[in-house]
């Protein structure tokens, strides 16, 4: 059984996001209440997915079988995984078979990491697609309804306040189509009065096990993770994700990235000696020493040469060179130098931060953002959309950093 108000109107033809013409149902008149309700669950569980999916939109769905109730209901929950729909209908089975589904933004038609969603629900046998939002995304040009409506699928876009709900979800998306980089994640973890190590060139764990094992995830879910040489020097890290369950389905190893402005990076390091796991690709300038040069690429490494300024890699021009290279999120990893130095240019999207209870003190502590400050407190950069999650005896903040920032 369908719930609604009975009454089914057209109200005319509508250019479609690519330009294409398709018949238009007014959603005011076929929305019941109820269909609002599930449509507003659906862009509630999107929110779920912040912090974690971008540059991809945030995503909910929820799946209806007449009496039988919400037969399955899922979000996007990581960028490169599943999205929404297909973990609903998983979650739904056979009981998606002319089904009502309630989603917070219109199906995707087009291959990406992910086959196009519109294409699994035609399989399915949905009988009705509820959207809030349409994809801003030119690539996808209303794809992913045109396929819905070829199929017999009844489509209904939301309009109103409930359509701004959806679109509302949308903000940061469009921002970093029109970026042209990268979504730029900043991580690091702290001690209480805000440092990131003792001194200078002085590595060593400050979060505990449950925040590492969160870290190990957000690496199987980017395309690169980076850091600055010095963090290279002080940790001698790997950057691979190590996760107890192995790489989440369908991923890589993310690409290694170093900004390394006068090439110190040693030949011996972990990063280079494991340039064949998952690629290592070094940031540098023209400072650069010709003979390490050599030594780095002969062992795997590709180096790439951009602009730089007083021997410091330009970071508009590296994150350019790897959007080019089809890198869509990079999570930055430090150091301080990094951290402020993206902030200040406006590169950075987001910041998850690790709070550990230990004071590490002393005029030598790294802080965990480095610059030339700011004058008062009115000039302080205040991050938007705050949440806060307990991880054992560490606290992890994560926030969006504005947009103009």
């Not at 330009?19 to 659906?42: C, E, I, K, N």
């Not at 945030?58 to 995984?81: M, N």
């Not at 400072?287 to 590709?302: I, P, S």
């Not at 999120?329 to 990094?338: D, M, N, S, Y």
């Amino acid at each position: 059984m369908r719930r609604g108000n009975g009454k089914r109107a057209r109200v005319g033809a509508r250019a479609g996001a690519g330009g294409s013409t398709r018949l238009s149902y007014d959603a005011r008149m076929l929305l019941s209440d109820h269909d609002v309700q599930r449509l507003r669950r659906a862009i509630a569980l999107a929110r779920k997915g912040r912090f974690q999916v971008e540059p991809n939109p945030p995503v909910g769905c929820v799946i209806e079988q007449g009496e039988a109730g919400i037969v399955g209901e899922s979000w996007h929950g990581a960028f490169g995984g599943p999205h929404a729909e297909v973990g609903a209908l998983a979650l739904a089975g056979d009981a998606a078979r002319g089904a009502t589904a309630y989603i917070s933004l219109a199906p995707c038609g087009v291959d990406g990491k992910t086959p196009p969603c519109a294409d699994a629900l035609v399989r399915a046998g949905v009988a009705r697609v509820i959207y809030a939002a349409g994809d801003p995304n030119p690539a996808e040009g209303g794809a992913g309804l045109a396929r819905l409506e070829a199929a017999g699928v009844e489509v209904v876009a939301a309009q109103g306040a409930l359509r701004g709900e959806g679109e509302a979800l949308l903000e940061r998306f469009r921002g970093s189509l029109a970026s042209r980089r990268p979504w730029v994640a900043l991580k690091w973890a702290m001690s209480l009065d805000g440092r990131i190590a003792p001194r200078r060139g002085v590595g060593g764990a400050i979060s505990g096990g449950r925040a590492h094992g969160l870290v190990h995830d957000w690496r199987g879910h980017a395309d690169a993770v980076a850091v600055g040489v010095e963090t290279a020097l002080a940790d001698d890290p790997r950057l691979t994700c190590r996760r107890q369950a192995g790489l989440p389905a369908g991923r890589a190893q993310p690409l290694r990235v170093v900004f390394d402005g006068s090439l110190r990076l040693p030949v011996d390091s972990r990063l280079v000696a494991g340039a064949g796991e998952s690629g290592l690709l070094v940031f540098t300038t023209a400072r650069a020493d010709a003979a390490r040069r050599r030594q780095l690429e002969e062992r795997g490494v590709r180096i790439v040469e951009v602009s730089g300024v007083e021997g410091r890699v330009d970071l508009a021009a590296a994150l350019a060179h790897l959007h080019a290279e089809g890198v869509r999120r990079v999570l930055a990893e430090g150091g301080a130098r990094i951290h402020g130095a993206l902030l200040r240019q406006g590169l950075a999207d987001q910041v998850s931060a690790f709070i550990s209870p230990m004071l590490l003190g002393g005029e030598d502590a790294v802080p965990a953002v480095e610059g030339s400050g700011i004058g008062s407190m009115d000039d302080a950069l205040r991050l938007e959309d705050v949440a806060w999650r307990g991880l054992g005896t560490d606290l992890l903040m994560q926030g969006y950093v504005p947009r103009g920032s």
